[in-house]
């Protein structure tokens, strides 16, 4: 399987045949190896051959998934039914997709009746109990999709003079759809009225195979759909980059800086060129709106840089947006590594965009881990360049997301003022350091998945737990998800740092996880934590014994002795460096952190 794996990442899952994508498939279903995601497909179409087509996308990703397709028709039933083969099976992703034409209530199938605004009420009416068992009655994430209007509207021209057209229906179930779940974390909406408007609506429907075999798309579209579901997927299991590093000359604008000079390079209005290379910044300024940080690497003077960023006020992006620029004329390797080093993530959290392939080459020959994208030739394809680069997708957007680069250069200024002191201590107690501790809420949900799908260096156990499983322990009486947020004199840190405590109502409990961002690392916000979890477990709930484990990985050496130092016995070692550790209440004492006020919720 490990061949299969390493083979597929090298891969471009939208180029693959229907040959290819079906020998991948059946090689990965082969190895029989344990899943990253079960994908269940359910509605009331036939979906084969889509399963094996998102897996073939999804091992191009890096993710082994398995599938199941529940009976035709039969997704309440078998939701509902807790010895079914799809509750069985237990997804953690679940697809769901109706045709419109079930849906619609008996007039209008049968009689084409007209529609009217309760026709969408009637068909939300039928198809929301499916999800809402699919929340009741499974830890999945559900991908639902919209509805893809036709290629022909039944009344032709007069449809927009209509009361209520085709058009228009569509366009208000399809609102209305977003409306419905828009609160809900654990439903995704997939796109399929984008998608087949992209491939062509008459292209991507096969009425044939439909009429004969309840197959509603034709082969062609499937590579489509496939990507689309693989994206969702990828950014529910935080298979996500942190930082977007671009080139400048001829990647951010046109020409070469220091031949063109500031106001000669090409960007802004009023030349086909230049227009291109607006677009793609207000492209990228998007993307950091995401919460991905913008960063710099280019072989240029840093004083033509700075002289250009003070006097283009004409360009989408300013200095103000990139969190760490490297100019220099260094290799661009040693540029990207400076850069993840100075943002203290690891350089597998980069996707780095370049116009010259000398560069791309010596990025991916040197650093495998980062993810390279090469801008195109033509410049009025620029915009788009980075449309399919999935692991720059968010599936929600938090508050923390949306302050991310002004987060990065309050941890600059601490680094500076840190520079004044010679005693820890006492620069620790000048950050003024305030900490809230509370339990995850519906509303601190999505974030809390964040935290356990990208934090690796201080991070125990580095367990991905889904959202619908996050959602269940938060609401279970017998653990406790605790959520840390974090502020001083320099600013918000927003929330940093997730706990969860299994079985608090047992003599004996235990720390599942135990992690923290590694912006709010080497100030004892830990420390402050565990005297937390000691004082739930122990004064709140009356345990003997508190457990906990350290499982290594490449990446959480900072937490190999967290346990050791606060208390905790060692009870077990394994072959891999994996502890095992125990607590006794009567040995518990809380660690002393006099600069760090607390706050509990």
């Given at each position: 399987m490990q061949v299969t794996l390493e083979r597929a990442r090298h891969l471009d899952p939208l180029a693959l045949s229907s040959v290819e994508v079906r020998r991948l498939s059946r090689e990965a279903r082969r190895a029989n190896l344990a899943p990253d995601a079960r994908i269940a497909f359910a509605g009331n179409i036939v979906f084969e051959p889509l399963p094996e087509f998102v897996e073939a996308h999804l091992l191009c990703h890096g993710i082994n998934a398995a599938s199941y397709v529940a009976p035709f028709d039969q997704s309440l039933q078998q939701l509902l039914d807790a010895r079914s083969g799809l509750r069985c099976f237990d997804p953690s992703f679940l697809f769901l997709h109706f045709e419109l034409g079930a849906l619609l209530p008996a007039g209008i199938r049968l009689r084409g009746e007209p529609a009217d605004r309760g026709t969408v009420d009637a068909v939300l009416a039928v198809l929301e109990p499916t999800v809402r068992a699919a929340l009741a009655h499974t830890a999945a994430t559900v991908l639902l999709t919209n509805f893809a209007g036709p290629d022909c509207y039944e009344l032709g021209l007069a449809d927009t003079r209509a009361e209520f057209g085709e058009q228009e229906l569509y366009a208000e179930l399809n609102c209305s759809l977003v409306r419905l779940f828009r609160a809900e974390p654990r439903v995704q909406i997939v796109d399929l009225c984008r998608l087949t408007a992209f491939?062509?609506?008459?292209?991507?429907?096969?009425?044939?195979?439909?009429?004969?075999?309840?197959?509603?798309?034709?082969?062609?579209?499937?590579?489509?759909?496939?990507?689309?579901?693989?994206?969702?997927?990828?950014?529910?299991?935080?298979?996500?980059?942190?930082?977007?590093?671009?080139?400048?000359?001829?990647?951010?604008?046109?020409?070469?800086?220091?031949?063109?000079?500031?106001?000669?390079?090409?960007?802004?209005?009023?030349?086909?060129?230049?227009?291109a290379y607006f677009d793609l910044q207000r492209k990228i300024l998007a993307i950091?709106?995401?919460?991905?940080?913008?960063?710099?690497?280019?072989?240029?003077?840093?004083?033509?840089?700075?002289?250009?960023?003070?006097?283009?006020?004409?360009?989408?992006?300013?200095?103000?947006?990139?969190?760490?620029?490297?100019?220099?004329?260094?290799?661009?390797?040693?540029?990207?590594?400076?850069?993840?080093?100075?943002?203290?993530?690891?350089?597998?959290?980069?996707?780095?965009?370049?116009?010259?392939?000398?560069?791309?080459?010596?990025?991916?020959?040197?650093?495998?881990?980062?993810e390279c994208v090469l801008a195109p030739a033509d410049p009025a394809a620029l915009p788009s360049c980075l449309d399919h680069v999935h692991s720059l997708d968010r599936v929600a957007l938090t508050a923390d997301d949306l302050l991310k680069t002004e987060?990065?250069?309050?941890?600059?200024?601490?680094?500076?003022?840190?520079?004044?002191?010679?005693?820890?201590?006492?620069?620790?107690?000048?950050?003024?350091?305030?900490?809230?501790?509370?339990?995850?809420?519906?509303?601190?949900?999505?974030?809390a998945h964040q935290l356990f799908h990208k934090t690796n260096q201080f991070n125990v156990t580095t367990r991905r737990p889904a959202l619908g499983e996050l959602q269940r322990v938060s609401t279970d009486p017998s653990c406790r998800l605790l959520l840390v947020r974090a502020q001083d004199r320099f600013g918000d840190l927003g929330w940093i740092g997730a706990v969860l405590i299994r079985g608090v109502q047992q003599p004996r409990a235990a720390i599942d996880s135990f992690l923290l961002s590694c912006r709010a690392m080497g100030r004892g916000i830990e420390s402050a934590m565990l005297n937390e979890v000691k004082r739930r477990c122990f004064v709140e709930a009356g345990c003997d014994m508190l457990l906990a484990e350290y499982r290594p990985t490449p990446r959480n050496a900072p937490v190999r002795e967290l346990f050791e130092t606060h208390g905790f016995k060692i009870v077990a070692t394994d072959a891999s460096g994996a502890k095992t550790y125990e607590l006794a209440r009567a040995d518990s004492t809380p660690t002393p952190c006099d600069w760090i006020v607390v706050s509990i919720a």
């Open positions: 491939h062509g609506r008459a292209r991507a429907r096969d009425r044939r195979l439909y009429y004969l075999a309840k197959l509603p798309w034709h082969e062609s579209f499937l590579p489509v759909l496939s990507d689309e579901i693989a994206r969702h997927i990828g950014a529910a299991l935080g298979h996500l980059r942190k930082c977007l590093v671009a080139d400048l000359d001829n990647t951010l604008w046109g020409g070469v800086l220091g031949e063109e000079g500031a106001r000669g390079v090409r960007v802004g209005s009023g030349d086909p060129i230049a227009e950091k709106r995401r919460g991905v940080l913008l960063a710099v690497c280019s072989k240029n003077n840093p004083e033509d840089v700075e002289e250009l960023f003070r006097v283009r006020d004409d360009m989408p992006l300013r200095a103000q947006d990139f969190a760490c620029m490297e100019i220099s004329w260094d290799r661009k390797d040693d540029g990207l590594r400076r850069i993840a080093a100075r943002l203290n993530i690891g350089t597998d959290s980069l996707v780095f965009l370049d116009d010259n392939p000398a560069e791309i080459e010596l990025i991916r020959q040197t650093m495998p881990e980062v987060q990065y250069a309050q941890n600059a200024s601490r680094d500076a003022a840190r520079r004044d002191f010679t005693d820890l201590h006492a620069y620790l107690l000048s950050l003024n350091t305030r900490i809230e501790i509370r339990p995850v809420d519906s509303e601190l949900l999505p974030r």
